[in-house]
């Protein structure tokens, strides 16, 4: 019941032009600039309507002379009908002339483009469009305890293509929201809450929205609630809005109004996941090694200190790599090839400690911090790391890698510099004893361990 089923939807384009020419540049322009759509187009606007009524359509573009009718009395059409009342349709006009922007709202235009703009401008215009006025697409979670009115509105919902969940009362519904939040999900499944403003049961339609906002800390942008209420006392309203509501529609529900709040709520709540889903990128980017794909030292210095703390990580031990003579690498085959091996050996790393941490110290040194080991346990993992790195041949080269090692369970009262500065004191001890090989900084300073026998140390 939780799961969201939204997710795999193409988004519909029907391109409308009595001319072939033009609607192939427009179809492959689109196909060219956006993602997950599909693309259908015809000449006519009796055809226009057919394939309307055949499948669901997501926006309409139209020139403003076709065969049988202009663009505006085919925008007419489509809002005369009774299924498809809502569709988006756009006017590609080399001449947004006065009859086209006077008549054009009372023939439910949503939007123009200017084909004197050029072609190639057409799909960066849709594309905006379709980002400030997503499709009806949404799990919506619908409270009313009137099966009367629910079949109503359930009616008005569904023939919209939205996915509802329909429950009697508040309680249930606080339920459902609760179990949807992480850590049982990893974001809220409902995309809108729409609710009566009374209910039958110890709670109302304001008891959850105040649930919803001051129980959950659900901003009105995260989960947008939408309330019906029967009452027009502008008290009621104040209460509705004091209480998180994003909007309210009066009751009888008229669909055109009902549909229009639920499309801008919508809107708001797409527009909400996609700022986090870009934020989560940014971050990503500041902590991660453009280069090798392992954190950047700035998530080493923000976050490793919690990290040799923490008590489910308890041993913690950092390494410190260093590729031998990379520089002879680098002069000798270029820095593009030094790159490669870089690459190569961050995604080893990324790879076979997935659950520590790695870092790409600077130019070829790396940093692991290492959770949850042993001495012994370090020892032999250090010694397989040398071993793996001397058989991995990045960008087909034979390297190695010198390695300095130091824990907290020899350094428990280390801090995170303290802790790196020892185990790179281990790999200066290792270079010194002729490099490809580990050491170890223990309570009695730094031991370069033979490498015949370290696996087995």
């Known amino acids: 019941m939780y799961k969201k089923l939204m997710s795999e939807h193409k988004t519909c384009i029907l391109v409308v032009d009595g001319s072939s020419v ?7 322009i689109l196909r060219e600039e956006l993602n997950n759509i599909e693309i259908i187009n015809c000449k006519s606007g009796a055809e226009a309507m057919k394939l309307i009524d055949e499948k669901k359509v997501d926006l309409v573009t139209t020139a403003l ?24 349709v756009v006017v590609v006009s080399g001449d947004a002339d006065n009859r086209l922007l006077r008549e054009g709202f009372e023939a439910g235009v949503t939007d123009y483009f200017d084909k004197s703009n050029g072609y190639k ?3 960066k215009f849709i594309q905006g469009f379709l980002q400030r ?17 629910a079949a109503v509105v359930l009616k008005m919902l569904e023939k919209n293509s939205l996915q509802v969940t329909h429950v009697r009362s508040a309680e249930i519904a606080l339920d459902m929201i609760e179990k949807s939040l992480p850590p049982q999900s990893d974001s809220p499944v409902f995309d809108l809450v729409i609710t009566d403003f009374y209910l039958e ?26 309330v019906l209420t029967g009452s027009d006392d502008p008290k009621t309203q104040v209460e509705i809005f004091h209480a998180g509501g994003n909007d309210f529609v009066h009751k009888p529900i008229v669909e055109e109004i009902l549909i229009a709040r639920v499309r801008a709520l919508l809107l708001i709540k797409h527009q909400f996941d996609a700022l986090k ?10 902590a991660t090694d453009s280069l090798t794909g392992v954190r950047s030292k700035r998530y080493l210095v923000d976050n490793g200190e919690e990290f040799i703390r923490a008590a489910e990580n308890q041993g913690v031990w950092a390494i410190i790599i260093d590729i031998d003579h990379f520089k002879n690498v680098n002069d000798n085959l270029g820095h593009i090839t030094g790159d490669h091996v870089l690459a190569e050996l961050g995604e080893f790393l990324n790879n076979h400690f997935p659950d520590d941490i790695a870092v790409r110290f600077g130019g070829e040194e790396f940093c692991l911090l290492v959770k949850n080991c042993s001495r012994e346990m370090i020892i032999k993992r250090s010694e397989e790391l040398r071993q793996q790195v001397e058989n991995l041949k990045p960008a087909g080269l034979e390297i190695s890698i010198s390695l ?21 004191k281990g790999l200066y001890f290792s270079k010194e004893a002729g490099r490809n090989r580990v050491s170890i900084d223990g309570p009695n300073g730094p031991q370069a361990l033979p490498v015949s026998s370290a696996a087995e140390a």
């Open 133 to 149: 006025n997503s499709g009806l697409m949404g799990n919506i979670l619908f409270i009313e305890d009137s099966r009367t009115a």
């Open 65 to 88: 002379l076709l065969a049988d009718m202009d663009g505006l009395a085919l925008s007419r059409k489509i809002r005369d009908t009774f299924q498809h009342p809502f569709i988006p």
């Open 277 to 286: 889903k870009q934020a989560e990128t940014m971050r990503w980017i500041a």
């Open 22 to 28: 033009s609607r192939e540049i427009l179809s492959r």
């Open 404 to 424: 300095g090692v130091a824990g907290m369970e020899d350094h428990p009262d280390a801090n995170l510099t303290q802790l790196i500065a020892l185990a790179d």
């Open 121 to 123: 401008a057409f799909g």
């Open 201 to 226: 049961g110890s709670m109302t339609g304001g008891d959850l929205l105040h649930a919803v906002r001051a129980k959950y800390h659900l901003s009105q942008q995260e989960l947008p609630v939408l």
